[in-house]
């Protein structure tokens, strides 16, 4: 198996993962983000797709599932964050492919700062370990046959002139 991990500086708040248009960098020029929806978007899709991820703020484990619900004979499951229920569902971002996700964490990792990204590839390294650190907020998503990290200048253009 191969785990993409994305860490950034600053543990991440359960509140950036449950209110659509929470952002503190909508004032900022120097931030990617700033419309407080991304990293729900691409719960949504992980979790939509069955992709196996972690999400540490330090070194606490924020524990991320979905319940199946309905609605006027429509089912969908809501999100749970920490084990409460939000206002998402799964049903958000209904045209997201993998590379998405990947962007808006990556991203928000980089408006952080300190951003590292490291693959874990259990083929070569053996059992996946991992070490949430204090100070910092760490992503392990499962990127078997859904990412191609050979392809990341495809997607991300930061050593383009």
């Given at each position: 198996m191969?785990?993409?991990?994305?860490?950034?500086?600053?543990?991440i708040k359960e509140q950036?993962l449950?209110m659509?248009?929470?952002?503190?960098k909508?004032?900022s020029?120097t931030?990617?983000g700033?419309f407080g929806?991304g990293?729900?978007y691409?719960?949504?899709?992980?979790?939509?797709?069955?992709?196996?991820?972690?999400?540490?703020?330090?070194?606490?484990?924020?524990?991320?599932?979905?319940?199946?619900e309905?609605?006027?004979e429509?089912?969908y499951?809501?999100?749970?964050?920490n084990?409460?229920?939000t206002?998402?569902?799964?049903?958000?971002g209904?045209?997201?492919?993998?590379?998405f996700?990947?962007?808006?964490?990556?991203?928000?990792?980089l408006d952080e700062?300190?951003?590292t990204?490291?693959v874990f590839?259990t083929?070569?390294?053996g059992?996946?370990t991992?070490?949430?650190?204090?100070g910092?907020?760490?992503?392990?998503?499962?990127?078997d046959d859904?990412?191609?990290?050979d392809?990341w200048?495809?997607?991300?253009?930061?050593m383009r002139?």
């Amino acid at each position: 198996m191969k785990y993409l991990i994305i860490t950034n500086r600053g543990e991440i708040k359960e509140q950036a993962l449950t209110m659509i248009g929470l952002s503190t960098k909508r004032q900022s020029t120097t931030k990617i983000g700033r419309f407080g929806s991304g990293n729900k978007y691409a719960l949504a899709f992980l979790l939509r797709n069955n992709v196996e991820f972690y999400i540490y703020s330090g070194t606490n484990l924020i524990p991320i599932s979905t319940t199946k619900e309905s609605f006027n004979e429509m089912d969908y499951e809501t999100i749970h964050v920490n084990g409460k229920p939000t206002s998402l569902t799964t049903e958000m971002g209904p045209d997201w492919v993998m590379w998405f996700a990947i962007r808006e964490i990556y991203c928000n990792a980089l408006d952080e700062g300190d951003t590292t990204i490291t693959v874990f590839d259990t083929s070569i390294l053996g059992e996946f370990t991992h070490n949430p650190q204090e100070g910092k907020t760490t992503y392990i998503i499962n990127i078997d046959d859904k990412f191609d990290m050979d392809k990341w200048d495809s997607y991300f253009a930061e050593m383009r002139e």
